[in-house]
């Protein structure tokens, strides 16, 4: 079995503010360290069980935050960016199955450590086909367009439940209990680390008993809107050819599939300025 672990920083064990997350912090170096234990403790579940090659995706900031020496030698690491797939890079590397670890919920979700999509400074809201959708919906269903299914995912308990609201059967690892957007209640990392190993190794262990969810799929056409923080942004991005600019800070295009569409949505934002 050959197993993408999706990874980004705002849901890793202990996180509580962006002084944990953000390069050039004091905190930050601390917080890397147990970003790559949290993604060391998943391979050690899922290897338990029988998943055999690990493609480790560092989707926080600009890819450069798992400290390569420090992680498990079974996984290869994609890093740096921009990358072709971004947070899904590997969805296309003929993996059978992918987990989500230290994701965050969706922006403006009440509870929530760090809620924010895609970019904290720029969009405001994200719909695909007009549900609302955060990082995990958006890149488990660029998986699901390969066929791979998001059988874990571990973060705050909003994520969880965020999660299983797409993928019912999801397994979920909760690490804290969000209180504000910057507050919450946290385990120390060795307990939570435990959680990730054995809800990875119970995973691994469903998918290879037939029981994994199926992959997320939108089907074809898909729908993006995306909601600016600020009218000059979205007055950038109507610039891209195929957008239709519906209000003030909205803007709207279609692509044929999951994947188009999750590069012109990652163009639209670069597009704009802070």
């Not at 170096?29 to 970003?35: A, L, T």
């Not at 996984?75 to 969805?91: H, Q």
């Not at 891209?240 to 803007?251: A, Q």
């Amino acid at each position: 079995m050959k197993l993408l672990i999706a990874c980004d920083m705002e849901g890793i064990s202990g996180v509580v503010n962006w002084d944990h997350v953000t390069p050039g912090h004091a905190e930050y170096q601390r917080f890397r360290r147990i970003m790559t234990q949290d993604v060391n403790a998943a391979i050690a579940g899922a290897a338990a069980a029988g998943a055999t090659e690990f493609l480790v995706t560092d989707g926080h900031w600009s890819g450069s935050n798992i400290l390569v020496e420090e992680l498990d030698p079974r996984a290869v690491l994609n890093c740096g960016s921009p990358s072709p797939m971004s947070m899904a890079s590997g969805a296309d590397a003929g993996v059978d199955a992918a987990f989500f670890i230290g994701y965050h919920a969706r922006i403006g979700t009440p509870n929530a450590v760090l809620d924010h999509t895609w970019s904290s400074r720029r969009v405001a809201n994200l719909w695909i086909n007009g549900r609302l959708t955060g990082e995990f919906g958006l890149n488990a269903a660029v998986c699901g367009h390969y066929g791979v299914p998001a059988l874990l995912i571990s973060g705050d308990q909003s994520v969880c439940a965020e999660a299983r609201e797409w993928v019912g059967e999801i397994e979920t690892v909760q690490v804290k209990r969000a209180s504000g957007r910057e507050s919450a209640s946290v385990l120390p990392p060795a307990v939570a680390q435990e959680k990730i190993r054995a809800g990875a190794e119970a995973a691994v262990r469903r998918f290879f008993e037939g029981k994994a969810p199926a992959p997320l799929q939108l089907g074809a056409p898909v729908t993006f809107t995306i909601e600016y923080f600020y009218t000059v942004m979205a007055d950038s991005a109507s610039l891209m050819p195929g957008v239709k600019r519906l209000d003030g800070r909205r803007i709207e295009f279609s692509a044929e599939d999951i994947v188009s569409g999750f590069r012109a949505f990652r163009a639209a934002v670069n597009l704009v300025s802070i």
